[in-house]
């Protein structure tokens, strides 16, 4: 079964950072760019960032440009967000997702972990 | 950067009912519009994509249309399992917008 599963979030102080991962399984996970994407708590859902299938295109939304870094490794089927200068606005669960090959929309997604910014 | 602004933010229908939730894009998106469907405590599920395709799996009561600006997703006759969160997504090579969502409550 093709499957996505998130890792890694927690309690962080603002200010702080955070690494979380995704881990995929039951795809060729070097043929399909990936997203992040989140969701606030009560509120709707937000894009994050996407990186290309061999990381050669990597992109952010406005919010997050610049504190957080997308990253891969196609050898492990593991993709990665690393989160700096934490706000509070930046608590949310946090979904890994695949994009439909050829395309940009997602057609599997992770349960989601969740990141908390609080002092 | 392109707005999706759908409509309306929530609606309570019944079971049986024909519903509607419309998407507008602050500019012509062409077809690259998808349909997800979030249940509390759930991630979102792919049900329509390039506007008017039906992914593998998802009943055929739902259905998309439009183009440029203005889209729409139908669910021909309401089912008890189709309360949740209905959200569009314009998606391109390097970007990604999604609206802002229209909860859909059964009578």
């Known amino acids: 079964e093709v499957q996505l599963v998130e890792s890694g979030g927690g309690l962080v102080r603002p200010g702080g950072s955070l690494r979380i991962s995704c881990a995929a399984s039951?795809?060729?996970?070097?043929?399909?760019?990936m997203t992040w994407v989140r969701q606030a708590p009560g509120k709707g859902l937000e894009w994050v960032s996407s990186i290309s299938s061999s990381s050669s295109y990597i992109y952010y939304g406005d919010s997050v440009k610049g504190r957080f870094t997308i990253s891969r490794d196609n050898a492990k089927n593991s993709l990665d967000l690393q989160m700096n200068s934490l706000r509070a606005e930046d608590t949310a669960v946090y979904y890994c997702a695949r994009a439909r090959l050829g395309s940009y929309y997602m057609d599997v997604w992770g349960k989601g972990t969740t990141v908390t910014v609080s002092s | 950067d392109i707005q999706m602004t759908q409509s309306p933010s929530t609606l309570s229908a019944s079971v049986g009912d024909r519903v509607t939730i419309t998407c507008r894009a602050s500019q012509s998106i062409n077809s690259w519009l998808a349909w997800y469907l979030q249940k509390p405590g759930q991630a979102p599920k792919l049900l329509i994509y390039s506007t008017s395709n039906l992914e593998t799996g998802v009943p055929s009561r739902f259905s998309g249309s439009g183009s440029g600006t203005e889209f729409t997703l139908t669910i021909s006759s309401l089912q008890p399992d189709d309360f949740g969160t209905y959200y569009c997504q314009y998606y391109n090579s390097y970007s990604v917008m999604f609206g802002q969502g229209t909860k859909v409550e059964i009578k």
């Open positions: 039951a795809f060729t996970f070097s043929d399909y760019s």
